[in-house]
Each structure stands twice: as C-alpha cells, then as structure tokens.
C-alpha cells in the first residue's frame, strides 16, 4: 500500500467520524480561568516575597486583580432552559425552542410590513418562509419584537395532522419568553443584501462585531453540507457581551496550494541539533518542475497546483563547496493540498 | 490580534482534526472530544510557547499525545476502547468499504504503531517531527511505520488495498 494511499483512506476514515462544533465559549471561560489561577499563583509568590523584604505585599495583591476586572459585570446567565430545549431570540428576548429545530442563518425572510424575519420551523415539516410557496401555512407563530428586528417562531402542523399539538408548542414557546440580563445578547443575524437568503459571512461578521462581539472566521470546503455562512454559537443563542463567535464559510477550494518548511542539516559525528542553511529546494512531479530559494534562515515556501511532489534540496558547503544537487530530501513525497498549508522540512544528512 | 482571537481562529481550525485524531488513536467519541477541549485549554494557558512553537501542529500534537497518555495511565485498570466506533455513512450498502476496513485494521495495530501511522498519514507529521513528538529516536518512527503499514497491507479487510487504487 503506497504512503499516498495511506493518507487518502485515512483522511476518508477520519471524516466520517462525527464531530461536534468546537466549544469555544467553554473553552475560552476556562483556559481564562486557568491563566488567572496560574497568574494569582504568580502574584501570590511575588506577594510572599514583597512582605518579606517591604511588608507591603497586600496592595499588590489587589492592584493585579483589579487589572483584569472588566468595567462592567454582566449579570447571571440565562437559566437553564426546560429539559429538551435551548434559548433562542434576538437582542436581549429568548424563547426555549425544541433542541431539534434548525436555525440557519440561510433562512433569511423579508415580510410585507418591512420587517426581517428569522424563521424557525419544526425539523422535518416545511423548510422556507411564510409565506413562501409550497411551504404550509404556519398554524401558529411567537414573535419575538427588537429595535432591529423580530425573531419569529413558526410552528407548522404536519401535512394531515391535527393543529392542538402546534397550538400547545406555541403556548410552551410564548410561556418560556425570558429576557436576558445585562452584558447578555442572543447572537445576531446580519441582514441579507436581497432580502432573502443568505447573508454573507463578511455581512454576518460585521454583524457580529456591531453587536460587541468578537468574531472569528474560518472556511470550509464546499462540498461539505450545510448552509453558505453559519456560526457557532448559532444565530439566536444567548452569549456574553465581547464573547467569541466563530463564522464558517463554505468556500471553492482554490486551484493552488502550498508547502512551506526549513532547509536542514542533522546529523553528523557528533548528532548536532539540525541546523538551519541556505540552498536551493526544488520540487517535482505532476507536470511541474520548480526551484525555490532558500535563505540563510532555512526557511522557504511553494505555491502551485494541488498535487503530490518529491522534494529534495542542494545547499552551499554539503558534500562539496557548491553544494551537489538535490543530494538533501525530504523524508517523503509532499502531498499538497488546498486546505493547509505542508508542513516539509528538508535534510541534508551529514555523515 | 490578541490571544482570545489568535486561540479562537486557531482552535476553530483545528477542533475537528483534534477530534478526529483522538478516535483515530483509540478514544470514544466523547473521550476524544474531552481530550482535544483539554488540549485546547493547554494551548490556551501556554498560548506564547505554541504562537512560537517552529512547528505549531506537532506541539499541539505532543501536548495531545501527553495527555492521553496521562489519561491511560490513570484509569490503568478501567476500560480500554481499541475499536473505532461504527462510523456513520449515508448508504449502509457501502459501510464495508476501505475506509471501514481501514479502522479496523487500524484497531488491531499495537499502540506505538497506531500512533505512527495517525501522526505521519493523518497529521502529516514529518518522521522527524514524530520522534519528537514521540520522543523516541527517528529510527523507531521509521521502523514502526514499516511494520504498520505491513500489518496493514496483510491484514484481510484491507486486501484489495495491496493491489493499490481502485
């Protein structure tokens, strides 16, 4: 089985393995947290020595916590949701809508009374917009009223069904209506240039960041599935005000890729650490053919076609004083794809 | 850009590739996600060393490594998945295909190897940079990848793969 081979199942392996979205406010709130303990560790070290030497470690102490105090402290989060359900809204008003239901940012609409709407249907029953055609008419909705905007939710009865189920959901939706506390926000959605549709990832970031919140973009390939621009936390979830929010973009992956590493000389009678040189890397294969220079740093980088290549290197002063060519190599073909960047160190070994 | 941002960026980028790796190396699903949120928080609390690391994804990767170690370690005596999980495809007519046998194959490799094989061919780790990350010498990484890649190519869900691509 060749190297290449290997990758392609491995990677074809590896994305079938479900992945949630990565827990960002989570992971954020803690690794602050645990720079904090590991900063009052830090302090309180510095503290112990200071009363030793000038007895005046106490002011420290609060001066370091002060610096990290923000200027205003956000009220409590929301509470828990009811079982089975999450907060979902606009500006600083959510309801608890059943985990299941979609809220892509895609599902953009744009009513006769001028307002926007974001509509949320139950999962499986009509996917579109009031009063899109072919969709069914909402048997009830909870709209949820802001400055910039309404957040609708649309509860549609199952083609055939009877509407006491619909009417009962939207009574649990309406009763749940919580407002959020101060320093709090639901996770806005940017408007749509046409209306309808779907809002660019750069509207929705500057959304985002109008909205006090920092943002984070990231792109996918475009035949992942999933709509054009989507965010995690989702559109509509209650988040802290300056929190993080990360958009995803699907992008056409572009038609070059690139490799990028150092120019290396290991080894040698007395296994010296590898040692950055100058040189001249050149890479081979599918069609291409290209040399690329190497400074005295070590560090060089390629563009080109996606594709597969062997890379190998000549540097001044190996194996003789211009350096024989392509006599140093990477340890493997490079595989250059779209979505990173190679990471290709080249060796010189020395004997 | 300050650190909640660059950590932000990174960890969005790289979250499913951590989580992935984790199962790849022999974690549940679950496991594998607690393992690359503690990774994560790792990055997070040493942001400086990894924004300086020369090669960002083996740092990563060795923080990762450690920690799965230091969690075997603790539960010595509990419950050690070996298996991937049954990986989700649309059409069940192709479940049994390379890819499937591929993790199970995968299953089967002693730890060390297994680990080679996801850290050069999944994480497109240099050889080098494994011995690091596996602090063992370039030799080991190479012979271990040998024989994986032999057990593999031997191994009877992977036959049609000795033929090469389809």
Avoid at chain 1, 131 to 148: C, F, I, K, M, Y
Avoid at chain 2, 95 to 106: H, I, K, N, Q, S
């Amino acid at each position: 089985m060749t190297e290449d081979r290997m990758t392609e199942l491995l990677e074809r392996t590896a994305s079938r393995i479900p992945a949630s979205d990565p827990p960002l406010g989570a992971l954020l709130r803690d690794g602050r947290r645990g720079l904090r303990r590991r900063r009052v560790g830090v302090v309180a070290a510095s503290v112990v020595v200071v009363v030793v030497v000038a007895g005046v470690g106490t002011a420290l102490i609060s001066g370091g916590h002060r610096d990290n105090a923000p200027s205003v402290e956000p009220g409590p989060p929301p509470p828990p949701p009811p079982a089975g359900t999450r907060w979902a809204g606009i500006g600083r008003t959510v309801v608890a809508v059943p985990r299941g239901w979609s809220m892509w940012p895609g599902l953009y609409c744009s009513s006769n009374d001028g307002h926007d709407h974001v509509t949320i249907v139950e999962a499986g029953v009509t996917v579109g917009c009031y009063p899109n055609e072919g969709s069914l008419p909402p048997t009830e909705v909870v709209a949820l009223e802001e400055r910039d905007g309404t957040f609708q939710v649309q509860v549609d009865a199952s083609p055939g069904s009877h509407s006491t189920h619909a009417v009962a959901l939207q009574r649990r939706v309406e009763a749940s209506r919580t407002t959020l506390s101060t320093g709090w926000l639901a996770v806005p959605l940017a408007a749509s240039a046409e209306g309808v549709g779907a809002s660019t990832a750069d509207a929705e970031a500057s959304a985002l960041r109008a909205a006090g919140l920092r943002v984070s973009r990231v792109q996918e390939p475009a035949w992942d599935p999933g709509p054009q621009v989507r965010t995690v936390p989702a559109v509509g979830t209650p988040v802290k005000e300056g929190s993080t929010v990360i958009v995803y973009e699907r992008v056409t992956p572009p038609a070059s890729a690139s490799m990028a590493g150092r120019l290396l000389w290991v080894g040698g009678p007395s296994a010296v650490d590898p040692a950055p040189h100058a040189g001249t890397v050149h890479v081979v294969g599918d069609g291409l053919d290209e040399y690329v220079a190497v400074h005295r740093g070590g560090r060089w980088s390629f563009q080109g076609p996606a594709g597969t290549y062997a890379v190998t290197a000549s540097s001044p002063g190996y194996l003789s004083a211009a350096g024989v060519p392509d006599s140093c190599r990477a340890d493997h073909r490079v595989r250059m794809r779209w979505t990173r960047p190679a990471n290709v160190d080249v060796y010189c070994q020395l004997r | 850009m300050d650190r909640d941002a660059a950590f932000s960026e990174y960890a969005a980028a790289r979250w499913r590739v951590l989580v992935r790796a984790g199962v790849l190396l022999g974690c549940d699903p679950a496991a594998a996600e607690d393992l690359a949120q503690l990774t994560l928080l790792r990055c997070y609390v040493k942001w400086p060393h990894v924004e300086r690391a020369a090669d960002r994804h083996a740092y990563v990767a060795r923080i990762q490594l450690n920690l799965l170690r230091t969690a075997r370690r603790r539960r010595w005596s509990g419950e050690r998945p070996t298996e991937l999980p049954d990986l989700p495809t649309a059409d069940p007519a192709t479940r049994l295909d390379d890819a499937d046998a591929l993790a199970r194959a995968l299953a089967s490799l002693p730890a060390a190897q297994r680990q080679a094989v996801v850290l050069r061919f999944y994480l497109q780790l240099s050889e080098r940079q494994i011995a690091e990350v596996a602090r063992v010498a370039p030799g080991t990484v190479k012979s271990r990848l040998s024989r994986a890649l032999t057990a593999l190519a031997a191994h009877p869900g992977l036959a049609a793969l000795r033929e090469g691509p389809p």
